[in-house]
């Protein structure tokens, strides 16, 4: 099976930038769809954006509508990693921020198609 583990959270002032990565290991990602997820204390978790890793197709991606613009999402299949990049961040953006992987490898938004979820990494933003 795949381990999946994320790095890159920490505290930022509104309208700064962070990358988080999604480092892999036990199996290789251009199997799988590779998910983005978010989880604010007391509140469900929520879709961020999703990637096909599939080798020899380019890779199809979602985004939520609240992350357009701001979020981009892209895997380097060589160092078996994904990573997001958060532009633009506002405090609403807090949260863990989880990856996930689907093991069908097609992109979909919601949680119960992944198979496999890393720890998390907390995003805090301030005002």
């Known amino acids: 099976e795949v381990q999946l583990v994320e790095s890159g959270g920490g505290l930022v002032q509104a309208g700064g930038s962070l990358r988080l990565s999604c480092a892999a290991s036990?199996?290789?990602?251009?199997?799988?769809?590779i998910g983005w997820f978010r989880q604010a204390p007391g509140k469900e978790r929520e879709e961020v954006t999703e990637?096909?890793?599939?080798?020899?197709?380019?890779?199809?991606?979602h985004y939520a509508d609240s992350v357009k613009g701001r979020f981009t999402i892209s895997s380097d299949n060589a160092k078996n990693t994904v990573y997001l990049q958060i532009d633009s961040l506002e405090p609403e953006d807090t949260a863990v921020y989880y990856c996930?992987?689907?093991?069908?490898?097609?992109?979909?938004?919601?949680?119960?198609?992944?198979?496999?979820w890393g720890q998390g990494t907390q995003v805090t933003v301030s005002s």
């Open positions: 996930a992987a689907d093991r069908d490898g097609e992109v979909a938004v919601n949680v119960r198609d992944y198979d496999y």
């Open positions: 036990g199996d290789t990602i251009n199997d799988y769809a």
């Open positions: 990637v096909s890793c599939v080798s020899g197709i380019d890779g199809s991606t």
